[in-house]
């Protein structure tokens, strides 16, 4: 597990590329069926990486660090933004734990959120889901498709795993200004008002190597769709029935009344 007290930007950066490793590479500890899907980042409009410890004794308290970016007009990723989370729970519960989360912002508005800095309550201005993981997940995102937030965690320590429910999220004001060296708000930052820092290169990277692997993946599925079409033998037309024997062949003959009558003829 990472570090979850509030440090420099450039030190919160390193850290955010870490954790995302760990959530979209191979290890011995996780398989392709425990990582995040490449679709999901590939097609997430904003994401938050942060550390987070909980203790408890009685009442739980949890606080971290982290930051927040979002995908801007163009495609690219914006600079990030330094914030910190806070909460309180209740409940017997006994313990420390630290987790790293990965979470996915999927609509703009969680976004918007995001930027207007003060506090933000997860679970309140926004719906949280636990995100999808491993490859075949279509269907299980199709069920969490309203959510605004995707969560994914990887924790050590006493508790189940750290819930976002009723947490607070914090721009750290100060954090972005020594950074950019300029008093700029988060909202001006995932709006793309500064340009990313080469100190995020290893976080970029990372993120567009998993769009890469997904547009690969879309082309491939619809190369081998269409390869199919294409390699379709032709429909055969459908068989002439046999024709009866002239013995059996029908003739129309007419009755007293005038009507007709279809029968056979001997």
């Not at 690219?76 to 420390?96: C, D, H, N, Y």
């Not at 819930?163 to 950019?180: A, C, M, Q, V």
Request: charged share 20%.
């Amino acid at each position: 597990m990472n570090n979850p007290i509030p440090a420099s930007l450039k030190t919160e950066v390193n850290k955010a590329a870490k954790i995302l490793r760990q959530f979209t590479e191979i290890s011995a500890r996780s398989g392709p069926d425990k990582l995040i899907p490449a679709h999901v980042i590939a097609k997430a409009q904003g994401l938050a990486i942060i550390s987070v410890i909980k203790a408890g004794f009685m009442i739980t308290a949890r606080g971290g660090s982290g930051i927040v970016l979002a995908r801007l007009s163009d495609g690219r990723w914006s600079a990030p933004s330094a914030i910190g989370i806070a909460g309180l729970g209740g409940g017997f519960e006994i313990g420390v734990e630290v987790s790293d989360l990965v979470i996915i912002l999927n609509q703009r508005r969680a976004i918007e959120a995001f930027g207007k800095g003060g506090n933000l309550t997860l679970g309140g201005n926004c719906t949280v889901a636990v995100g999808p993981v491993g490859r075949n997940v279509e269907a299980d995102i199709a069920l969490r498709s309203t959510a605004a937030v995707f969560t994914y965690c990887k924790s050590r320590g006493l508790f189940a795993g750290v819930s976002l429910e009723g947490s607070y999220l914090i721009e750290r004001k100060e954090t972005n200004k020594k950074f950019y060296f300029q008093d700029i708000r988060a909202s001006s930052i995932l709006n793309g008002e500064v340009e990313p820092p080469a100190a995020a290169n290893d976080l970029y990277e990372i993120l567009e190597s998993y769009t890469e692997k997904y547009t690969t993946d879309w082309q491939n599925k619809h190369m081998r769709a269409s390869s199919k079409m294409t390699n379709k033998p032709p429909e055969r037309p459908p068989s002439r029935p046999p024709s009866r024997p002239q013995s059996q062949r029908a003739a129309m003959i007419y009755t007293p009344e005038g009507s007709d009558r279809l029968c056979l003829k001997d």
